[in-house]
Nanobody, 117 residues
Framework: QVQLVESGGGLVQTGGSLRLSCAALGRASRLQVMGWFRQAPGKEREAVAD???????SYADSVKGRFTISRDNAKNTVYLQIDSLKPEDTGVYSCAGALGGGGYDYWGQGTQGTVSS
């Protein structure tokens, strides 16, 4: 079993930065892909970035250039650095882990990020 715990959310002004962390507890070494998702108020959850165990990275087009995903395999932790924050970045950020290619198997509880204008 794997448990994902996010942290790092908060209230930030426009133009600021957030660094979110997702710690994978338990049998985290089984996770092949880790992803970050965002759900803005009143909107569907969207995928923003993901990273494989080997370090292959992909981003949603809407966040390229401002979001940076990284992982520390030794710490079983994935990070999401968000720069040049905009009010539309406000939402609940969740991380997820996949054992293989059939979708995500584990989800964190989410962390709130709020950007004030």
């Amino acid at each position: 079993q794997v448990q994902l715990v996010e942290s790092g959310g908060g209230l930030v002004q426009t133009g600021g930065s957030l660094r979110l962390s997702c710690a994978a507890l338990g049998r985290a070494s089984r996770l092949q892909v880790m992803g970050w998702f965002r759900q803005a108020p009143g909107k569907e959850r969207e995928a923003v970035a993901d990273i494989t165990w080997s370090g292959r990275i992909s981003y949603a087009d809407s966040v390229k250039g401002r979001f940076t995903i990284s992982r520390d395999n030794a710490k079983n932790t994935v990070y999401l650095q968000i720069d040049s924050l905009k009010p539309e970045d406000t939402g609940v950020y969740s991380c997820a882990g996949a054992l293989g290619g059939g979708g995500y198997d584990y989800w964190g509880q989410g962390t709130q990020g709020t950007v004030s204008s």
